[in-house]
């Protein structure tokens, strides 16, 4: 079984599915050699003119720069340099209307031409082969070179990714775009420099094979290329001529019978495909030292008096080349930049023709109809017939106007070659590839907003945990120096004073307000019950307000017998009541202070033996109870005088009641004379403070002063009604 390249070697053709036979067309620009266009008095050059990434400019409004001057520079694999493509000044770094379907501004470099066309200084490499592939890389990255048959790809970073991968190397010249004569006639005029170019392109990725693969349709730069290649290890297959013969996809499966998958690239197959016309700009770039500057551009179409290629400088206005071409306008006339099948109409003529620029179409009225009008779809299939993806152009058509980017996706419209065979053969008329192309803009601008939102969302996680990462790194410096403060602290003081503040900080915040107003009201009756004598130590009011009660019911009747009374009075009486009641008085006096003097005395020898206290104990309470016999005698001879003074049952019963009080109040000063007594012999059994116990005697003397005070008031006030009351008949 023969392999893959044997087969090849042998002349093995394959097919691929659909495809068209559109009329050709090529005639008018074949028949003249490549012209050499005039150059424009300005150029517009812009920045970006291939996939990928636009450089950074180098030059200023007003430097004079020089054919072949680099304009910018790149700055990654996938950016790419730009050159003057002749001598002059730089007028304007500026937005100019680029050459795209809807002519959106892009920032480009206005040269003002001097017609001098003074070339920089170059040199070329002629002998490449002492070069190493990482050199030739670089040459013709600096020389700004693209892919020349369409997709702007760039050259060094296709080579640098097809490096030790690379098996079959394809070198595409078949051009089965209608009226596009562009590579025809270079593989004519330059086949030789273009065999040097393959050979470089061999020397760098080193292939098991070549192979050029040309339509049958040109038969002379088939010849060319088979005379050119003569010496070369180089493999030339004609193949058939049908359209979309030329779309790399198609190539490498009429040539190899591969096909490249979904997402992938020819790298991933052990295969690459450069243009012929990359070739030939690669060649010009080692050997020769000049970088890409100018390209072969067909102008061609019934509106065009002086159709042929032209060598044109890049950033060339398209009016100028049209103005070279003797260009007729027609009404309603339409600019083509592209063949028919894949171009696009250019809305202004003003653009410049950029490094993926190979024609400029102008037909006439009748060669292409544009006033054709869209109708709705008849459901006819020639659209998938055709199909060289296979794919189904009438589902995708109608996801495309109802805008569901996953069924487009999920129906591979990214595969879609935009070749626009299936709106060829449309019945309807209905522009499907402009359908396509507004949806994949699109899809890639949804997915460009998807993954900013990724990147966003990685960005703001990685900041998250950076964040965090600080925050811990913080948190362990802190404790480092924490726990260092504290040992140090540890060895000069011997203790852990910080640790001992954060627990009193935290007994505080454990105990709260609630805890700090009990020690508050704690505090307050400590210092309350060291003023105040004890509970134990209070007198029982009982007998008192009962004494009071009676006191306010004698007022009573005395105010009442009063009022009765006969103004008379007893002088002599009242002198003697008067003289009794001060003399009990006194004695009442003399018996408080006794008291007193006793518990002085108490407090004095509190820190006696228990057998003295209980002598003091008994001490006072015979002197109460003298003092009680003393102030009955009183008051018995107070009952007797005041018999005496009166003579009737009233005043007996008045008498009576009288002893009644004073009992009642002998006996409460009794009480509290025991009671008395009682907390200072308490007191003494335990330590008092020194500076309490002459405080508690003040007190006691006090309060005994203001009661024998209010009883010789009361006395006074029982003598004067008992003189004043008259004595009641039998």
């Known amino acids: 079984m023969l392999s893959l390249i044997e087969k090849i070697r042998s002349g093995h053709l394959w097919e691929f599915p659909g495809g068209v036979h559109p009329p050709e067309n090529k005639s008018q620009s074949q028949s003249s050699k490549i012209a050499r266009s005039s150059i424009a008095d300005e150029l517009i050059i812009p920045i970006k003119q ?20 680099a304009l910018t520079q790149y700055n990654s694999s996938l950016s790419l340099p730009v050159h003057a493509a002749t001598s002059g000044e730089v007028i304007a770094i500026e937005p100019r209307p680029s050459c795209h379907p809807s002519a959106i501004p892009e920032m480009s470099i206005v040269i003002k031409a001097d017609h001098q066309d003074t070339w920089i200084s170059h040199q070329g490499v002629p002998d490449y082969t002492q070069c190493n592939p990482e050199q030739l890389l670089d040459i013709i990255r600096q020389a700004g070179i693209s892919g020349l048959g369409g997709a702007g790809f760039p050259t060094a970073r296709k080579l640098q990714s097809g490096l030790g991968r690379v098996e079959i190397l394809i070198i595409n010249a078949a051009e089965c775009e209608p009226y596009i004569t562009a590579d025809d006639t270079l593989m004519r005029e330059y086949a030789d420099e273009i065999m040097q170019g393959i050979e470089i392109l061999k020397h760098i990725l080193k292939p098991k094979l070549t192979v050029i693969g040309v339509e049958d349709n040109k038969p002379e730069a088939i010849e060319a290329l088979n005379k050119a290649g003569a010496d070369h290890d180089v493999v030339i297959r004609a193949v058939p001529t049908k359209y979309p013969s030329g779309a790399s996809k198609q190539l490498i499966k009429i040539l190899t019978n591969k096909e490249i998958p979904s997402n992938g690239y020819s790298a991933d197959i052990g295969m690459t495909m450069f243009n012929v016309g990359s070739a030939f700009a690669v060649k010009r770039a080692v050997i020769d030292g000049e970088p890409l500057i100018e390209r072969v551009i067909t102008l061609t179409g019934k509106s065009i008096k002086s159709a042929k290629n032209y060598w044109v400088p890049i950033g060339t206005p398209v009016a100028h080349l049209l103005k070279q071409g003797e260009f007729t306008p027609t009404k309603k006339q339409a600019v083509i930049i592209g063949g028919p099948m894949m171009g696009f109409a250019l809305p202004q003529i003003e653009a410049p023709l950029t490094k993926i620029s190979n024609c400029v179409l102008a037909p006439g009225k009748r060669e292409i ?24 152009p009438q589902q995708m058509l109608w996801y495309s106007k109802d805008q569901d980017l996953d069924k487009l996706e999920e129906y591979n419209l990214k595969d879609c070659i935009e070749c626009g065979a299936c709106a060829y053969v449309c019945p309807s008329n209905i522009p499907l590839v402009q359908y396509y192309r507004q949806s994949k803009a699109e899809i890639k601008t949804r997915n460009a907003e998807q993954e900013a939102a990724e990147r966003a969302k990685v960005r703001f996680e990685q900041r998250k945990e950076r964040l965090e990462r600080d925050k811990l790194e913080r948190e362990q410096k802190y404790k480092q120096a924490a726990d260092k403060r504290r040992s140090q602290m540890k060895t000069a003081d011997g203790g852990d004073a910080i640790a001992a503040a954060i627990e009193r900080v935290k007994q505080q915040k454990a105990e709260g307000p609630k805890s700090a107003v009990a020690a508050a009201i704690a505090r307050a009756k400590a210092k309350q019950a060291q003023v105040q004598p004890s509970e134990t130590a209070e007198p029982d009011n009982s007998e008192m307000r009962k004494l009071r009660e009676q006191r ?22 009242k002198a003697g009541s008067k003289t009794d009641a001060v003399a009990a008085a006194i004695a009442r006096a003399k018996a408080k202070k006794e008291q007193l003097a006793a518990s002085a005395n108490g407090s004095a020898n509190s820190e006696t033996t228990n057998a003295d206290a209980n002598d003091d104990k008994s001490a006072k309470h015979d002197a109460i109870k003298a003092a009680v016999e003393r102030a009955k005698a009183k008051k018995a001879a107070q009952a007797s005088a005041t018999t005496n003074a009166t003579a009737g049952t009233t005043d007996s019963e008045t008498d009576s009641k009288k002893s009644a009080v004073a009992a009642a109040i002998a006996r409460a000063k009794a009480r509290k004379a025991e009671q008395a007594s009682a907390s200072n012999t308490e007191s003494d059994t335990g330590e008092p403070e020194p500076s309490d116990d002459p405080k508690k005697a003040a007190v006691a003397a006090a309060i005994a002063r203001a009661k024998a005070r209010k009883a010789e008031q009361a006395s006074a006030n029982n003598t004067k009604s008992e003189t004043g009351e008259p004595a009641l008949s039998d």
């Open 369 to 392: 109809s544009f006033d054709d009008h869209e109708m709705a779809c008849i459901r006819c299939g020639q659209c998938a017939e055709v199909c060289p993806a296979s794919l189904l």
């Open 552 to 573: 306010k019911q004698e007022a009573r009747a005395r105010k009442a017998q009063q009022s009765q009374a006969d103004g008379d009075s007893d002088t002599d009486a």
């Open 50 to 69: 291939h996939i990928g990434k636009k450089g950074d400019v180098i030059v200023r409004v007003g430097d004079k720069v020089l054919k072949g001057q």
